[in-house]
């Protein structure tokens, strides 16, 4: 792994006597999302605001690429200072302001670009957030969802080098939230940028993550993937990320990957001489829907999907999650490989209503009839064997995935 | 463990047996800790005063030091100009009864301009926009505290001393003086109603006293003092609500709050102490 971006090396800060982050050593790396996870007060944020120098630690030190803050020249750290854009928990826009007003402001303020520029550059991040017919209103005149949207709007006008997220999605529905995450994932693929986040969105902030940091009294509890937080056994860590997943996929419906894993082994205790059951994993390009439809189109097909995936194979006795962004594994208990495969062809044949209908209008409504593209919604049949973990039989699944059924830009017949 | 929490409870009670022993040592520390944090507290505004002033000159500054002149000074002038027109009437009827008995009445001219213009001009001016935007300063700027709008202004890379202070700061400069020489002028016209007008006074002689007792040194005096005034009204206004959310007496909206009532206070005290300093220096 390269050298850190941004690292702290024995970092404590103390409040009125109070330790809030005790001798914390973390790195954050370039180019990836870094997810910083913890009880309330545990500093999150205290910690977000060491990185951009609202606050400065009691002891200890913090590494910009390499090199200690306390010991750049004020020149050289306001250089650095100015590529991180800090998105805050309560979104502290400038409330005497417009919408317009406050996502232009920072490029007002240290740009010397044209004024015309500068409302075209605003425009255009109000416009990816789906805030035009805020544009002219006050913040207190928004929803709290709307205020979250117009702070990272602002947060990206500059096109930063360094993104602190301090919860992006709070106060958002689960279409919503999902499309906050679509956005960080979108601009970050477009502009490169490092993202530090505080998240407690599972499982779709884990989704995009390349590392996860868990602060835990005071210190740093666990740092890596996600993956590996999960198999470090310890209680009381296992129990708060239990407790994030919940029961159920908010976006989708589904099961939470938690409720899951408890479904799957209550089966494979049932099931143990029989050796007979299936899986599916399905999925579908949220980029390319995202890249065709927009933001929140591409969540509103992938909730379709997950719904309709729900309904049809619970009925049967499957259960469902979402194990990606865009991946849904279906576990059919009892049923052979050939009885699976003509449950996933019915359900593909279905699919033209279930899904296909969702995505056509989407299409229409947001793209015009001049936008070409070609959706594929795929499926990947397994057999399962009482040995295998659900992480090989999603490589399984994913090995044999297939095309179930497509969208054409053609508009006309369209599913396969 | 149990020999530490001997140790403690030995001393507790040794804390109980001196404490009354401690009270005058305990007033002298009390002292001692406010004399430090008001020294501190002097030496942190000098330090903010000075580079609100030096970031008044940098570049984007034009635009909002005319909003904030606009709002300090030309919304101010209205209130100054009905003080200053019933502070001369006042002044021209209790000049006017106290000349009467010395038969000096010719004088009231003379007595009304030179108290407005040496004193009560730039020191009533100063209160009251002190009152309306001294305080609406300390008010604003603590609201955007506590709502972390100062800490976003700081991670979007504009300073917020540069943008938000030193505005008011320049607006506070430019405005003391003209709102002062509006306020002579009125509290002079004031003086005409009740001492001519009213009291029947001869007109000419009023304004006769009025231009031959005035000196330009009283009117440079005068300027200095709404300068001296508007830049530590402006300091203490700012000051207060800019580092609110770091008083030991109040959070959140109470703290704004006594951040407000601290800048009126603290303001129009400093307001007569500098001016006893200013015009002893003059004199």
């Given at each position: 792994m390269n050298a850190p971006l941004i690292e702290f090396r024995n970092v404590t800060k103390r409040f009125n006597g109070k330790t809030v982050l005790d001798n914390v050593n973390l790195s954050i790396y370039e180019n990836q999302v870094t997810t910083i996870i913890g009880k309330s007060g545990t500093g999150k944020s205290v910690l977000l605001k060491h990185i951009i120098g609202l606050l400065k630690p009691d002891e200890g030190t913090i590494l910009f690429q390499g090199t200690p803050i306390d010991k750049m020249k004020k020149a050289?750290?306001?250089?650095?200072?100015?590529?991180?854009?800090?998105?805050?928990?309560?979104?502290?826009?400038?409330?005497?302001?417009?919408?317009?007003?406050?996502?232009?402001?920072?490029?007002?303020?240290t740009t010397d670009l044209p004024k015309a520029e500068i409302e075209k550059r605003a425009m255009k991040r109000i416009?990816?957030?789906?805030?035009?017919?805020?544009?002219?209103?006050?913040?207190?005149?928004?929803?709290?969802?709307?205020?979250?949207?117009?702070?990272?709007a602002r947060a990206l006008v500059t096109d930063p080098k360094i993104v602190l997220f301090d919860e992006p999605t709070t106060g958002q529905d689960p279409i919503r939230k999902n499309m906050i995450l679509s956005m960080i994932i979108h601009y970050r693929k477009k502009y490169g940028f490092t993202a530090v986040m505080i998240s407690h969105d599972i499982p779709d902030v884990f989704f995009i993550s390349d590392r996860v940091i868990i602060l835990w009294e005071g210190g740093v509890g666990f740092e890596g993937r996600y993956e590996e937080a999960l198999k470090q056994n310890v209680p009381m860590i296992d129990e708060f990320l239990r407790s994030l997943d919940g029961f159920q996929d908010q976006l989708t419906g589904l099961l939470s990957r938690e409720a899951f894993k408890m479904h799957y082994s209550a089966m494979l205790g049932s099931t143990v001489s029989e050796s007979t059951s299936s899986a599916a994993l399905f999925g579908v390009r949220l980029d390319i829907l995202h890249e065709a439809l927009g933001a929140q189109a591409a969540l509103e097909v992938l909730r379709a999907l997950g719904e309709y995936t729900n309904r049809y194979f619970n009925a049967i006795g499957g259960f469902s999650a979402r194990h990606s962004r865009d991946e849904i594994l279906t576990i059919f208990p009892?049923?052979?490989?050939?009885?699976?495969?003509?449950?996933?062809?019915?359900?593909?044949?279905?699919?033209?209503?279930?899904?296909?209908?969702?995505?056509?209008?989407?299409?229409?409504?947001?793209?015009?009839?001049?936008?070409?593209?070609?959706?594929?919604?795929?499926?990947?049949?397994?057999?399962?064997?009482?040995?295998?973990?659900?992480?090989?039989?999603?490589?399984?699944?994913?090995?044999?995935?297939?095309?179930?059924?497509?969208?054409?830009?053609?508009?006309?017949?369209?599913?396969q | 463990m149990f020999a530490a929490r001997a140790a403690g409870d030995e001393m507790m009670e040794h804390e109980d047996i001196i404490k009354p022993?401690?009270?005058?040592?305990?007033?002298?520390?009390?002292?001692?800790?406010?004399?430090?944090?008001t020294i501190g507290n002097f030496g942190a505004m000098a330090v903010f005063f000075f580079l609100a002033f030096v970031n008044i000159f940098r570049a984007r500054q034009i635009r909002e030091i005319t909003n904030?002149?606009?709002?300090?000074?030309?919304?101010?002038?209205?209130?100054v100009m009905l003080v200053a027109l019933f502070t001369g009437m006042v002044l021209g009827l209790q000049l006017?009864?106290?000349?009467?008995?010395?038969?000096?009445?010719?004088?009231?001219?003379?007595?009304?301009?030179?108290?407005?213009?040496?004193?009560?001009?730039?020191?009533?001016?100063?209160?009251?926009?002190?009152?309306?935007?001294?305080?609406a300063m300390a008010a604003e700027i603590g609201i955007l505290r506590n709502s972390e709008q100062i800490d976003a202004l700081y991670t979007m890379g504009v300073d917020p001393i540069r943008y938000l202070i030193s505005p008011r700061v320049a607006a506070s400069i430019i405005s003391f003086p003209l709102l002062t020489a509006f306020f002579d002028l009125i509290g002079i016209i004031g003086g005409y109603i009740t001492g001519v007008v009213l009291l029947g006074t001869n007109a000419g002689t009023y304004f006769y006293r009025v231009q031959s007792s005035i000196d330009l040194v009283d009117i440079q005096g005068g300027f200095i003092k709404a300068l001296v005034f508007g830049a530590i009204v402006s300091c203490i206004c700012c000051f207060q609500g800019y580092f609110c959310h770091m008083r030991s007496d109040?959070?959140?909206?109470?703290?704004?709050?006594?951040?407000?009532?601290?800048?009126?206070?603290i303001s129009c005290v400093m307001i007569l102490v500098s001016d006893y300093v200013v015009t002893s220096f003059l004199m």
């Amino acid at each position: 792994m390269n050298a850190p971006l941004i690292e702290f090396r024995n970092v404590t800060k103390r409040f009125n006597g109070k330790t809030v982050l005790d001798n914390v050593n973390l790195s954050i790396y370039e180019n990836q999302v870094t997810t910083i996870i913890g009880k309330s007060g545990t500093g999150k944020s205290v910690l977000l605001k060491h990185i951009i120098g609202l606050l400065k630690p009691d002891e200890g030190t913090i590494l910009f690429q390499g090199t200690p803050i306390d010991k750049m020249k004020k020149a050289e750290w306001e250089g650095h200072r100015r590529k991180i854009a800090y998105l805050f928990q309560n979104n502290a826009l400038l409330d005497s302001m417009t919408v317009l007003d406050n996502v232009a402001f920072p490029l007002r303020q240290t740009t010397d670009l044209p004024k015309a520029e500068i409302e075209k550059r605003a425009m255009k991040r109000i416009e990816d957030l789906e805030l035009l017919e805020a544009v002219g209103k006050f913040p207190s005149e928004l929803s709290g969802g709307m205020q979250k949207r117009v702070a990272l709007a602002r947060a990206l006008v500059t096109d930063p080098k360094i993104v602190l997220f301090d919860e992006p999605t709070t106060g958002q529905d689960p279409i919503r939230k999902n499309m906050i995450l679509s956005m960080i994932i979108h601009y970050r693929k477009k502009y490169g940028f490092t993202a530090v986040m505080i998240s407690h969105d599972i499982p779709d902030v884990f989704f995009i993550s390349d590392r996860v940091i868990i602060l835990w009294e005071g210190g740093v509890g666990f740092e890596g993937r996600y993956e590996e937080a999960l198999k470090q056994n310890v209680p009381m860590i296992d129990e708060f990320l239990r407790s994030l997943d919940g029961f159920q996929d908010q976006l989708t419906g589904l099961l939470s990957r938690e409720a899951f894993k408890m479904h799957y082994s209550a089966m494979l205790g049932s099931t143990v001489s029989e050796s007979t059951s299936s899986a599916a994993l399905f999925g579908v390009r949220l980029d390319i829907l995202h890249e065709a439809l927009g933001a929140q189109a591409a969540l509103e097909v992938l909730r379709a999907l997950g719904e309709y995936t729900n309904r049809y194979f619970n009925a049967i006795g499957g259960f469902s999650a979402r194990h990606s962004r865009d991946e849904i594994l279906t576990i059919f208990p009892r049923k052979t490989i050939e009885e699976a495969r003509k449950l996933v062809e019915d359900y593909s044949r279905n699919l033209e209503h279930g899904v296909i209908d969702h995505i056509r209008d989407m299409a229409s409504a947001n793209s015009g009839e001049a936008t070409c593209f070609d959706i594929h919604i795929h499926a990947g049949v397994t057999e399962i064997y009482p040995e295998d973990r659900i992480d090989e039989i999603i490589e399984k699944g994913r090995a044999k995935q297939e095309i179930i059924s497509t969208y054409r830009c053609d508009f006309g017949g369209k599913d396969q | 463990m149990f020999a530490a929490r001997a140790a403690g409870d030995e001393m507790m009670e040794h804390e109980d047996i001196i404490k009354p022993a401690n009270i005058p040592v305990s007033f002298f520390s009390v002292i001692g800790r406010w004399t430090i944090r008001t020294i501190g507290n002097f030496g942190a505004m000098a330090v903010f005063f000075f580079l609100a002033f030096v970031n008044i000159f940098r570049a984007r500054q034009i635009r909002e030091i005319t909003n904030q002149t606009y709002y300090i000074g030309a919304k101010s002038s209205l209130i100054v100009m009905l003080v200053a027109l019933f502070t001369g009437m006042v002044l021209g009827l209790q000049l006017f009864y106290t000349l009467v008995k010395f038969g000096a009445v010719g004088a009231l001219g003379s007595a009304i301009s030179l108290s407005l213009v040496r004193e009560l001009g730039p020191v009533l001016t100063a209160i009251m926009i002190t009152a309306r935007a001294g305080s609406a300063m300390a008010a604003e700027i603590g609201i955007l505290r506590n709502s972390e709008q100062i800490d976003a202004l700081y991670t979007m890379g504009v300073d917020p001393i540069r943008y938000l202070i030193s505005p008011r700061v320049a607006a506070s400069i430019i405005s003391f003086p003209l709102l002062t020489a509006f306020f002579d002028l009125i509290g002079i016209i004031g003086g005409y109603i009740t001492g001519v007008v009213l009291l029947g006074t001869n007109a000419g002689t009023y304004f006769y006293r009025v231009q031959s007792s005035i000196d330009l040194v009283d009117i440079q005096g005068g300027f200095i003092k709404a300068l001296v005034f508007g830049a530590i009204v402006s300091c203490i206004c700012c000051f207060q609500g800019y580092f609110c959310h770091m008083r030991s007496d109040g959070f959140g909206a109470k703290s704004v709050g006594l951040a407000t009532v601290s800048a009126v206070v603290i303001s129009c005290v400093m307001i007569l102490v500098s001016d006893y300093v200013v015009t002893s220096f003059l004199m």
